[in-house]
């Protein structure tokens, strides 16, 4: 069993940065690949990065790309996103997931634990 726990969101400008924390329990969190999805007020969750178990390989939306950046840190159990260069489409709540698996992947239905969400607005 894994628990999600995601810090980091708040209000922030248009053109602003902010980082997320997604803190993990459980002793097998480096085997396990780690993505980010976010879901806006009457839209469906979609996804916006993910990570291998290593943060060897990296895989991202084509909206955040080059805005944003998954990392994570194992000694930590610890995943991030980086985001800069926010933009108001970019407000919603952002949760952190985690497949048993060590490979990434963008599909939500292949993740098997996730965390409550941290909410993201962007004013512009």
């Known amino acids: 069993q894994v628990q999600l726990v995601e810090s980091g969101g708040g209000l922030v400008q248009a053109g602003g940065s902010l980082r997320l924390s997604c803190a993990a329990s459980?002793?097998?969190?480096?085997?396990?690949?780690m993505g980010w999805f976010r879901q806006a007020p009457g839209k469906e969750r979609e996804f916006v990065a993910t990570?291998?178990?290593?943060?060897?390989?990296?895989w991202y939306a084509g909206s955040v790309k080059g805005r944003f950046t998954i990392s994570r840190d194992n000694t930590r159990n610890t995943v991030y996103l980086q985001m800069n260069n926010l933009k108001p489409e970019d407000t919603a709540i952002y949760y952190c997931?985690?497949?048993?698996?060590?490979?990434?992947?963008?599909?939500?239905?292949?993740?098997?634990?996730w965390g409550q969400g941290t909410q993201v607005t962007v004013s512009s």
């Open positions: 997931a985690a497949r048993s698996d060590p490979n990434y992947s963008d599909n939500e239905n292949r993740y098997d634990y």
């Open positions: 990570i291998s178990w290593n943060g060897r390989s990296t």
């Open positions: 459980g002793r097998t969190f480096s085997s396990y690949a």
